[in-house]
């Protein structure tokens, strides 16, 4: 199983992004879906969170700014900046918790990451 990150950039304060993850590989089902991001000197952070069925959650500093959605049948997740600040640039991590099959008589699960993308926003 592997995730691609795409969408990331340099953007002036008060744009917007569009961040998507595509998952690809012997998948069975993906459960949890999320953003992270780190910006340098910081700790890793969730920024957003999507279940299966569909419910979301946002750290505070992102509400009312970022979505999350996902696309099931695509099974790839998508993060929506908008209103951009410059404290919001950061590496950005998709990451999701898949079920899959591996060869093996059951299936198994496991916690992937994408390989980041870098967002920078200017001030």
């Known amino acids: 199983v592997q995730l691609q990150a795409s969408g990331g950039g340099l953007v002036q304060a008060g744009g917007s992004l569009r961040l998507s993850c595509a998952a690809s590989?012997?998948?069975?089902?993906?459960?949890?879906m999320a953003w992270y991001r780190q910006a340098p000197g910081k700790q890793r952070e969730l920024v957003a969170s999507?279940?299966?069925?569909?419910?979301?959650n946002y750290a505070d500093s992102v509400k009312g700014r970022f979505t999350i959605s996902r696309d099931n049948a695509k099974n790839t997740q998508y993060l929506q900046m908008n209103s951009l600040k410059p404290e919001d640039s950061a590496v950005y991590y998709c990451?999701?918790?898949?079920?899959?099959?591996?060869?093996?008589?059951?299936?198994?699960?496991?916690?992937?990451w994408g390989q980041g993308t870098l967002v920078t926003v200017s001030s």
């Open positions: 590989g012997s998948i069975l089902n993906i459960n949890d």
């Open positions: 990451n999701a918790v898949v079920l899959y099959n591996d060869g093996s008589i059951w299936p198994r699960s496991g916690d992937f």
């Open positions: 999507i279940g299966s069925g569909g419910s979301t």
